[in-house]
């Protein structure tokens, strides 16, 4: 996990078309993610941007895919919130 000074970025690895949409924790570092949307005209990407906008309780537009669009694992960035928030948040699922 990276902090910066407005932002964090951290990794994510995502499984699409599960049965609903849901943080998993972390595993080895990454934030494993289950998204009920399949991988097609960026669907499970835009699910994925709404689910940790809610997870995380900030706006859409501060929730970013830095790298790995087209992949299962990505780099996101979130504005607003600190590396420790994000800790704490997975720590509770």
């Known amino acids: 996990m990276q902090e910066r000074s407005d932002a964090v970025r951290f990794s994510v690895r995502v499984t699409p078309r599960s049965p609903r949409s849901s943080v998993s924790g972390v595993h080895a570092g990454v934030l494993k993610v289950k ?3 399949a991988p097609v005209d960026g669907a499970a990407n835009e699910e994925l941007v709404a689910l ?4 995380l309780g900030v706006a859409r537009r501060d ?6 669009e087209a992949s299962r694992s ?5 504005g607003g919130v600190t590396a ?7 720590d509770e699922d």
Do not use: Q
């Not at 929730?63 to 790995?68: K, M, Q, Y």
């Not at 990505?74 to 979130?78: F, G, S």
């Open 63 to 68: 929730v970013r895919i830095v790298n790995g």
């Open 84 to 90: 420790d928030a994000v800790r704490r948040r997975a």
């Open 35 to 37: 998204i009920s949307a």
């Open 74 to 78: 990505k780099l996101v960035e979130v």
């Open 52 to 55: 940790l906008a809610e997870w």
